[in-house]
């Protein structure tokens, strides 16, 4: 461990942390662009610029590494006395800000990074607001497609470096270089090339400023209306931690947020994704047979399957934990046969975040003990009363003809289903999944479910209810009873 | 969506570049002085800005082609190796003419007459002064260089990334000049 | 007068191992090779006095001493001929004329840091300089002065020449070591440094062209003997030395001066010396307006501070000005300042490399500014802006380029202020005239 003194309070940090991240624990924003935690330290950018006593002029905070130091005495001392809130240092501020913006086009109205830029927000607090350049800004491409997810501005880049990093270091995949030298350097894809790696996009949330942006959001709506919820990306089973950024019920993109045991600062496009299928394919309206029906007579009608006899569950790995805590209870209430399968076709994986199970939960049904003999289930098949799925696509080999179906999307209605029910996904609900690495992971909702969807869980608890089989209703019941019964933690 | 991504760098040309025996002989021997292959870049570039200098069937332009061979025998991305090569001006990162005159316009040449020497190349072949650029028959690429280290000698130019001549007066420029000409007519 | 470097350079064969041969040439090495041992040599450059003639003025000897003995990675000695801050030509001459003496200096300075292999990064423009130093080095190799088994001791040093491609800024030594490892010559975030994570991350000396060639006659004739020319001045009791500028330095004389050349001088002359009697005096019977006393990153000089100061690293700091690499420009009474100092920030804008925001956007922004006041079109706020950019670039930057730019402008700005009020008005030729 390290000390530092931070204007004026010292604090304990581990060796090897910088000065921001040092500030920041001592509640001091840094402003900062080209330093990113999981990249590499580069210190281009300039704006960390702070006052170190004793140093020779000012110092960037991010390359100022701090270990324990001692004294000729043996005792500890400061590693850095660091002071980051001086008019000295403003004034520095100032000059970086000035020295950014004097090439950059200052397009805010038609720039798609307005209201969540670097420039922006650290003008505010550091501008000048004082314009005196009167010389022409040096010219570069504007919105050029470099990949299939990704267009660059070159006019608005300040040379942060992070996204070449990013190719270089973190994917090693090089697309993204700089080419020439001082203020004509840009940056470029080469000829015959493009940005298009598995986790191409992670550049543009990398990126401070409007230089490199998402084709697939942008323009798509001011992220100053934008809400945001934290969720997980269900696009496979790593769970990489995520923003779901949302508006009127419309999921408009995933941001990957950081979990340094999940999936650090990244997420795979693939993944990325993802979130548009909160928005299309689901399944909207309840069905008997192909008719569209009221809510409330399909849900009399689950409870004629329910009570029909030798009743099956199968559940599969797009439930939740709740899901399969609620439908184990239920099954057990009921003397019901209950399955945890999943036939889910196996997706790319790599030896980064890509997994081949493209499921989010596959290993809650684990958790919960469900029974994976598939070829008991396909034996009992036949001779159940009825069966409900719930989180999962049967394959087209197994019918039945009373299936109750839980959904979320149209497409994962068995042929021939009985009964249809449209249940809330992970971005409408309070949801844990278990990941890869059996991590329980928690996500919030972001909204309600449209229409009268409910969660799957609180469709099935109050099932049970009806059937006088009280089931707890909501999140926190239903975990009071998982921790109680199983010991399975939060 | 599916709009096709921009070309950024160099074009190819027509024909696709390869070393050949001599230039891939001197590579073998420019590999072993350095403990890592990727420090070979400069003198690779070198190599290959050489053997594109030799042929008059080419471009005389560091191509995508070029590029690209250089990347594929040092093992480096070919995006890498342009971002390098564009940083180092002596590299034909844009086309060149049939010959490159530099001429030092920094400050040792200028108290001397290093601008109006600039000036006059610009005015004999037919170059805008104030970007530089090359004639419309592409002989001559005219460029101002910065400081080339012969400023006991001033007025100075570079030709050909090659021969250095100093005390330069208008009557020597008008004579470089002509004999240019006259070789490659 | 002692001529450490260029005693011999006026012969034709100067450049000849029989001829650098017939004046004693690779004894120093031999001596240091099979009588020395690494801290020998190390003491003895230490007791000369040299300081680094690539214009920082490190001393030699402690530098050499930075690298670690016991480190088990490679060591790396790399000679800087990547000769290109305006002004200066002198290592030019040395490769030219005296590259024996260059390659003499790299076989005894890789044995006094335990170098296996040197570099010399020579700047890619110098195409001639580039072959006759590989000429000389064919040479000393065929003759077994470079190579693996040195003077019968079983241990040797390789010479390799790089050759750059066109970049001032990698005479930075940490720019340099990227470029020489095949990267964008980018200065390095320090630290680390380079006596312990350079080249390769391994223990890397940078030494200047004509620091490396004064070795050999430092070996051959002793530190004590370097220490003598050129003035120093023990100082008081555990205190530095008062003055230490000792031994010769070339001085690159050019601009305005009749006799424009390399000369080499003992440190502690005057510059009223080195202009009149060495260079023949200002041009055209001109008067002198102003001196570059050292490459034109450095602080000019006015007629009269030059004219009373002396060549040592101590009296150009008196004058807030540095000895740099030895480039002096002289300039004449008709000269523009303004017109002047556009051409050199036009140099710092060119070859900035892009890397800091401060110095990739405010060496042009000066550059614009200072090309608008040229040219009549100045603003009244334009000397105050140049004064706020350069404040805000100067040390706040990876390397020392924008200060390169921003020294001298500021210096140009206070000496010369009435010229600069005047343009903000009025037009000044594109020449310098």
């Known amino acids: ?490 | 969506m599916t709009e096709a991504a921009t070309t950024f760098g160099p074009p190819s040309a027509p024909v696709a570049f390869a070393f050949n025996e001599a230039s891939l002989a001197h590579i073998r021997r420019i590999l072993p002085r350095y403990p890592q292959q990727q420090a070979a870049l400069l003198p690779v570039l070198w190599v290959a800005q050489e053997q594109v200098d030799a042929d008059p069937s080419r471009p005389r332009q560091l191509t995508a082609d070029v590029i690209k061979a250089v990347a594929d025998v040092l093992g480096l991305a070919p995006a890498y190796v342009w971002g390098v090569a564009t940083f180092y001006t002596m590299y034909f990162t844009q086309p060149v003419g049939k010959h490159l005159i530099e001429v030092c316009t920094s400050v040792a040449c200028c108290l001397v007459g290093g601008e109006e020497l600039y000036q006059r190349l610009c005015d004999r072949v037919g170059v805008d002064p104030s970007s530089g650029g090359t004639s419309a028959d592409g002989r001559f690429t005219v460029r101002r260089a910065e400081c080339l280290a012969a400023c006991g000698y001033a007025p100075m130019l570079q030709l050909d990334n090659g021969a250095f001549h100093e005390h330069m007066t208008d009557e020597k420029l008008d004579a470089l000049i002509e004999s240019l000409q006259e070789a490659s007519r | 007068m002692t001529k450490v470097l260029t005693a011999h350079v006026d012969h034709p064969d100067s450049h000849l191992l029989s001829h650098y041969r017939s004046v004693g040439g690779y004894e120093a090495a031999r001596k240091a090779w099979t009588t020395m041992s690494p801290a020998d040599i190390i003491a003895e450059v230490r007791a000369s006095g040299l300081r680094g003639r690539g214009g920082a003025g490190f001393p030699t000897g402690m530098k050499w001493g930075f690298i670690p003995t016991n480190s088990p990675k490679p060591k790396y000695l790399v000679i800087n001929a990547d000769e290109s801050e305006p002004g200066t030509f002198k290592d030019r001459l040395l490769i030219e004329r005296n590259p024996h003496a260059v390659l003499e200096g790299v076989v005894i300075g890789a044995r006094a840091i335990g170098a296996r292999r040197a570099y010399i990064y020579i700047r890619g423009e110098f195409a001639t300089q580039v072959k006759v130093l590989e000429q000389a080095l064919a040479e000393a190799e065929a003759a077994g002065f470079v190579g693996p088994d040195l003077f019968g001791t079983g241990e040797g040093v390789e010479i390799v020449i790089h050759r750059g491609a066109g970049a001032y800024i990698c005479g930075e030594e940490t720019a340099l070591i990227n470029s020489l490892e095949g990267r964008r010559g980018y200065p390095r975030l320090k630290p680390p440094f380079p006596a312990t994570h350079g080249a390769w991350d391994c223990p890397t000396c940078v030494n200047n062209v004509e620091t490396i060639a004064t070795i050999p006659w430092i070996i051959s004739h002793g530190g004590a003997a370097y220490g003598r020319i050129g003035v120093f001045e023990p100082g008081e009791e555990g205190k530095p030395p008062k003055v230490d500028s000792r031994g010769t330095r070339l001085m690159c004389l050019s601009g305005h001066v009749a006799r424009p050349g390399v000369y080499e001088v003992p440190l502690g002359i005057s510059f009223r010396e080195l202009i009149e009697d060495y260079g023949g005096g200002v041009w055209k019977g001109r008067k002198l307006k102003a001196v570059i006393p050292g490459g034109s990153s450095t602080p000019i000089l006015t007629a009269e501070e030059a004219m009373g100061a002396v060549l040592t690293y101590e009296d150009c700091a008196r004058l807030k000005t540095m000895f740099g690499s030895g480039g002096l420009m002289v300039i004449d009474d008709q000269t523009c300042m303004v017109s002047l100092l556009t051409v050199l920030l036009r140099f710092y804008a060119h070859e900035s490399c892009g890397q800091c925001s401060p110095c990739r956007e405010g060496t042009d922004w000066l550059f614009q500014i200072v090309t608008r006041l040229r040219d009549g079109k100045g603003r009244p706020e334009d000397l105050q802006t140049i004064r706020d950019l350069c404040v805000n670039m100067e040390g706040r930057t990876v390397c020392p380029l924008a200060a390169a730019a921003t020294m001298p402008t500021i210096s140009y700005l206070t000496k010369f202020l009435p010229e600069f009020e005047a343009k903000v008005s009025s037009a000044s030729p594109v020449g310098v005239h």
């Open chain 1, 1 to 490: 461990m390290a000390l530092v003194t931070i204007n004026g309070q010292t604090l304990e940090v581990p060796d090897g942390t910088n000065v921001i991240q040092a500030a920041a624990l001592a509640g001091f924003d840094i402003p900062h662009y080209c330093y990113h935690p999981g990249l590499p330290i580069d210190g281009n950018c300039r704006m960390c610029l702070v006052e170190v006593e004793g140093a020779r002029g000012p110092q960037i905070a991010c390359n100022t590494i701090l270990k324990a130091t001692r004294n000729k005495e043996g005792v500890e001392v400061p590693a850095a006395v660091v002071h980051t809130e001086t008019d000295a240092v403003r004034q520095m501020r100032q000059g970086v800000m000035e020295f950014l913006l004097l090439n950059h086009p200052i397009d805010c109205p038609v720039c798609d990074q307005a209201g969540e830029c670097g420039l922006q927000d650290y003008y505010m607090e550091h501008g000048k607001y004082n314009h005196r350049s009167v010389v022409p800004k040096v010219e570069k491409l504007k919105a050029q497609p470099i990949g299939p997810n990704v267009i660059l501005d070159q006019e608005r880049c300040i040379l942060c470096s992070r996204c070449v990093r990013f190719t270089r270091d973190v994917t090693k995949t090089h697309e993204l270089v700089i080419a020439g030298r001082g203020d004509k350097s840009r940056i470029e894809v080469f000829p015959g090339t493009q940005l298009d790696n598995d986790y191409a996009t992670n550049v543009v949330d990398l990126c401070p400023v409007g230089a490199l942006t998402s084709r697939d959001f942008r323009f798509k709506k001011r992220v100053w209306f934008l809400q945001t919820a934290e969720t997980i990306c269900t696009g496979c089973s790593r769970g990489c931690n995520v923003h779901l950024d949302h508006e009127g019920g419309k999921a408009y993109r995933y941001r990957p947020r950081q979990n340094e045991s999940v999936n650090q600062w990244w997420m795979c496009d693939r993944g990325r994704f993802t979130y548009k299928a909160v928005n299309e394919g689901r399944q909207r309206d309840a069905r008997v047979g192909s008719e569209t029906v009221p809510f409330a007579r399909a849900t009399q009608e689950l409870r004629q399957f329910l009570t029909s006899g030798k009743v099956g569950f199968v559940v599969g790995g797009q439930a939740s934990l709740e899901d399969i805590a609620i439908a184990k209870w239920l099954a057990a209430a009921l003397g019901a046969r209950l399955w945890g399968l999943d036939w889910t076709e196996p997706g790319k994986e790599d030896d980064f975040l890509m997994k081949a199970d493209l499921t989010p939960n596959r290993r809650g049904l684990a958790l919960l003990g469900l029974d994976a003999d598939e070829a008991a289930f396909r034996a009992e098949l036949p001779g159940l009363s009825a069966l409900i799925t719930l989180g999962v696509t049967l394959p087209e080999d197994l019918v039945h003809p009373r299936i109750a179906a839980l959904v979320t999307h149209a497409a994962a209605v068995p042929p021939g289903a009985a009964l249809v029910l449209p249940v809330a996904v992970h971005a409408e609900r309070q949801a844990a999944y278990v990941n890869c690495d059996g991590i329980i992971q928690h996500v919030q909702a972001a909204f309600e479910p449209s229409g009268d969807a409910l969660p799957a869980s609180s469709l099935l608890a109050l099932q049970a209810a009806g059937l006088g089989h009280p089931l707890p209703f909501d999140r926190d019941g239903v975990w009071k009873r998982l921790e109680a019964e199983l010991g399975v933690m939060a």
